[in-house]
């Protein structure tokens, strides 16, 4: 098993009003390891607020592409049609907390989880609503 070590996931953003660039820190666990038939829980700890940006879950099994999973802040939720019933995330506001759960997760859903912070805030966001799956080129 691996370490308590976490995984760092940099996203950054080049600002247009400035020179500057700016990373939010998105930090998850090293592993999880869950037997078929039970309930998956990954919380990713983030230095943005989850009341302001989408938070997306994408997933990659091995020897395959990303499979976008859902988003969400606190006005809204979206997922793949195929994994809806499968997944929910949780978000924890106060402390800027996003948590994937999965029920009765099997063999084939062995993956590199991975949590992203969509580009745009929740205001500005309604074509990739429209069209979830442009978050995998997160």
Not at 14 to 40: A, H, K, N, Y
Not at 42 to 54: K, L, P
Not at 71 to 98: A, C, E, P, Q, W
Request: aromatic fraction near 8%; charge should be positive; proline fraction near 4%.
């Amino acid at each position: 098993m691996l370490g308590k070590q976490s995984l760092i996931i940099l996203n950054c953003i080049q600002l247009v009003f400035s020179s500057g660039v700016m990373c939010e820190q998105l930090t998850q666990p090293d592993s999880v390891i869950v037997q078929p038939g039970q309930r998956l829980t990954i919380t990713c700890q983030v230095s943005y607020s989850v009341g302001s940006y989408y938070t997306a879950w994408i997933r990659q099994p091995a020897g395959k592409g990303l499979e976008w999973i859902g988003m969400r802040y606190t006005g809204g939720t979206h997922f793949k049609d195929s994994l809806k019933s499968k997944f929910s995330i949780d978000l924890d506001s106060s402390s800027n907390r996003v948590t994937l759960n999965g029920q009765n997760m099997q063999p084939e859903d062995t993956a590199v989880y991975y949590c992203a912070r969509v580009s745009q805030s929740h205001k500005a966001s309604a074509d990739l609503n429209k069209n979830p799956s442009v978050a995998e080129q997160l």
